[in-house]
Nanobody, 116 residues
């Protein structure tokens, strides 16, 4: 299973970015997908997740600003990030969990930098 994340970049506070993560080698529609972010100060934390049925969950600090979605036909999960804040600056990683085996697979991460 391979994951390829993209869409990061530099944006001013209040701006938006959309991250994408394409999965190959998995029965994507059955997988639970999640976005994490990682900083030296906070370590790794889960930002949002979505099941194969479309049920979503968000970390409190991003509720109302971030939206996770998936396109099963394209084997891709997205993270739309709006009203970005400097504290959202991090490396964002996508994770794929196989619901049958419980195994997790990680993408390589994409840098998001929000300037004040």
């Amino acid at each position: 299973v391979q994951l390829q994340a993209s869409g990061g970049g530099l944006v001013q506070a209040g701006g938006s970015l959309r991250l994408s993560c394409k999965v190959s080698g998995s029965i994507f529609r059955l997988d639970i997908m999640a976005w994490y972010r990682q900083t030296p100060q906070k370590g790794r934390e889960q930002v949002a997740s979505i099941t194969g049925f479309g049920s979503t969950n968000y970390e409190d600090s991003v509720k109302g600003r971030f939206v996770i979605s998936r396109d099963n036909a394209k084997n891709t999960v997205y993270l739309q990030m709006n009203n970005l804040k400097p504290e959202d600056t991090a490396v964002y990683l996508c994770k794929c969990r196989n619901t049958f085996t419980g195994l997790d697979y990680w993408g390589q991460g994409t840098q998001v930098t929000v300037s004040s």
